[in-house]
């Protein structure tokens, strides 16, 4: 991302008066942050804006300011199209498929596939709400106390509360940055990480049940009957990839959740000194060298086999 492609966002924004953003299917707080924060933005600049995820926005970020606002599918017509956190055009599900290429991806995932007319992608940023926060100060756009909560969420979350090794001394320069305006850190740490629903907590006793250790790869599975039995609405799997990635004599995570339409959302994450995007990518997936993910179309039991196949051989590839 360049000073000309940075000055390219803005002579679109400025040209605009309706303007769509969009993000991905079972959205995470980046993509939550990343679409309420830019949305929130332009709407402060004077623009008209729709915010559209397919998946909705999951109960643990409602308290955001303007989530109530995000819908689930695209209406009317618009002059700017907008895709932010998403690696490829696939991710955003079908909201877009009547709309053809959007103007800007807005994206930090290395995999990412440069989808739009302008491509807004770092990967050395470790949430797509950074890249947002840079255009804010390179293009004076307005900053409020909604917008700083909607970034620092996206911060958070994709940092784990600046856990990840891609965290650098600008990561926390941004995060100061928004407490300033006002934004409570600690409050909203609380709530999109810590705080669980006794439904998401019961999904995680489902999959932990069954968890299998072969020696330093992890994984567990959530079926369809899972979901049911905990009484659990959504279709990602309540963070337990983050509860199994604590677990210290393993160097790689994994988690199927089987999903209705007969495919499997698979989830990697990994200790420094392996890439866990390169087995994503194998399955059409994508992501980040800890962290990956993949929908694979498949019954459970089948897929789960060629992603441990798969997984095994990199692990084995990095001794």
Same mark, same amino acid.
């Given at each position: 991302?360049?000073?000309?492609?940075?000055?390219? #966002?803005?002579?679109?924004?400025?040209?605009?008066?309706?303007?769509?953003?969009?993000?991905?299917?079972?959205?995470?707080?980046?993509?939550?942050?990343?679409?309420?924060?830019? %949305?929130?933005?332009?709407?402060?600049? /004077?623009?008209?804006?729709?915010?559209?995820?397919?998946?909705?926005?999951?109960?643990? #970020?409602?308290?955001?300011?303007?989530?109530?606002?995000?819908?689930?599918?695209?209406?009317?017509?618009?002059?700017?199209?907008?895709?932010?956190?998403?690696?490829?055009?696939?991710?955003?599900?079908?909201?877009?498929?009547?709309?053809?290429?959007?103007?800007?991806?807005?994206?930090?995932?290395?995999? &990412?596939?440069?989808?739009?007319?302008?491509?807004?992608?770092?990967?050395?940023?470790?949430?797509?709400?950074?890249?947002?926060?840079?255009?804010?100060?390179?293009?004076?756009?307005?900053? &409020?106390?909604?917008?700083?909560?909607?970034?620092?969420?996206?911060?958070?979350?994709?940092?784990?509360?600046?856990?990840?090794? &891609?965290?650098?001394?600008?990561?926390?320069?941004?995060?100061?940055?928004?407490?300033?305006?006002?934004?409570?850190?600690?409050?909203?740490?609380?709530?999109?990480?810590? =705080?669980?629903?006794?439904?998401?907590?019961?999904?995680? %006793?489902?999959?932990?049940?069954?968890?299998?250790?072969?020696?330093?790869?992890?994984?567990?599975?959530?079926?369809?009957?899972?979901?049911?039995?905990?009484?659990?609405?959504?279709?990602?799997?309540?963070?337990?990839?983050?509860?199994?990635?604590?677990?210290?004599?393993?160097?790689?995570?994994?988690?199927?959740? =089987?999903?209705?339409?007969?495919?499997?959302?698979?989830?990697?994450?990994?200790?420094?000194?392996?890439?866990?995007?390169?087995?994503?990518?194998?399955?059409?997936?994508? /992501?980040?060298?800890?962290?990956? /993910?993949?929908?694979?179309?498949?019954?459970?039991?089948?897929?789960q086999e060629e992603v441990l196949e798969a997984t095994r051989k990199s692990l084995k590839k990095s001794d």
């Amino acid at each position: 991302m360049n000073k000309d492609q940075i000055q390219a #966002f803005g002579d679109l924004v400025s040209r605009a008066d309706r303007i769509l953003i969009i993000s991905h299917i079972r959205p995470d707080g980046d993509a939550v942050g990343s679409t309420l924060g830019l %949305g929130l933005i332009l709407e402060e600049m /004077g623009k008209e804006v729709s915010l559209v995820l397919e998946d909705g926005v999951p109960k643990v #970020f409602n308290h955001l300011t303007g989530a109530d606002r995000i819908i689930r599918e695209v209406v009317g017509v618009f002059d700017l199209v907008i895709v932010v956190d998403s690696s490829d055009i696939e991710r955003i599900g079908s909201v877009l498929d009547d709309y053809g290429e959007p103007d800007v991806n807005i994206d930090h995932h290395p995999t &990412n596939t440069q989808f739009a007319k302008l491509n807004l992608v770092r990967d050395n940023a470790v949430a797509t709400v950074e890249i947002i926060f840079d255009l804010v100060q390179e293009l004076s756009y307005p900053i &409020n106390l909604p917008i700083a909560e909607a970034l620092l969420t996206g911060l958070l979350t994709d940092s784990l509360g600046f856990q990840t090794s &891609n965290t650098n001394p600008q990561t926390l320069r941004i995060a100061a940055e928004l407490m300033e305006v006002g934004a409570n850190l600690p409050d909203l740490y609380r709530k999109a990480m810590l =705080e669980k629903s006794i439904e998401a907590v019961k999904y995680w %006793g489902q999959g932990l049940s069954g968890i299998q250790m072969e020696d330093r790869l992890v994984w567990a599975s959530l079926s369809l009957e899972d979901r049911i039995a905990a009484d659990y609405t959504g279709r990602d799997d309540a963070d337990l990839i983050n509860v199994l990635a604590r677990i210290k004599e393993t160097d790689i995570s994994i988690v199927f959740v =089987e999903q209705k339409n007969g495919s499997v959302k698979v989830s990697w994450r990994s200790r420094p000194g392996f890439d866990v995007s390169v087995v994503a990518t194998q399955f059409g997936g994508g /992501g980040h060298k800890p962290a990956a /993910g993949a929908d694979i179309n498949g019954d459970l039991k089948r897929v789960q086999e060629e992603v441990l196949e798969a997984t095994r051989k990199s692990l084995k590839k990095s001794d």
